[in-house]
């Protein structure tokens, strides 16, 4: 029972990472559309939105917005070496793909624009993209959880009938 119990568990831990993954895309794609918020409508600067997104956002990405917005707008560091090094950090625990990271990772690349309207278009582009990969996660995640229980569980019966 305790191995068909451990295989069931070590399917479902890794269900919970497809569903940790989803939540932290959707996390970005809602960070995006606050950003473009910002930037167009209150006509903020990029760090000046980052901190009003550390008041509003939850973790993992609020200290890193504090951070990045104190480093930048008080200390007059480089935007996107700062960008990357805390960005970075938070996402090098989290169970995104190499792909993924880049959504949140290349944003400074992105606005190489000075003017607002500009750096609205571009996070427009970025949240495309971001939707494309959520609907094509979303439709992927349904059935593989059942495969991958299946084949946990599957596996835990075949291991277990084997040691005996």
Request: hydrophobic letters at 45%.
């Amino acid at each position: 029972m305790l191995v068909i119990i451990g295989c069931g568990g070590f399917a479902a831990s890794i269900c919970r990472d497809g569903a940790r993954r989803l939540f932290l895309l959707k996390q970005i794609r809602i960070i995006y559309e606050n950003l473009k918020y910002y930037i167009a409508y209150q006509k903020a600067a990029v760090p000046e939105a980052l901190r009003k997104l550390s008041e509003n956002n939850e973790e993992p990405f609020k200290r890193a917005f504090e951070k990045i917005y104190g480093e930048v707008w008080e200390e007059g560091q480089n935007f996107p070496l700062t960008w990357q090094r805390h960005m970075g950090e938070i996402l090098e625990n989290q169970p995104l793909t190499k792909k993924e990271k880049e959504f949140i990772l290349d944003f400074p690349s992105h606005l190489g624009f000075m003017e607002e309207n500009a750096q609205a278009q571009a996070l427009d582009g970025l949240l495309r993209e971001i939707n494309l990969h959520i609907e094509a996660l979303e439709k992927e995640q349904k059935s593989k959880n059942k495969m991958i229980m299946s084949l946990g569980v599957g596996a835990g019966v075949l291991i277990s009938i084997l040691l005996l």
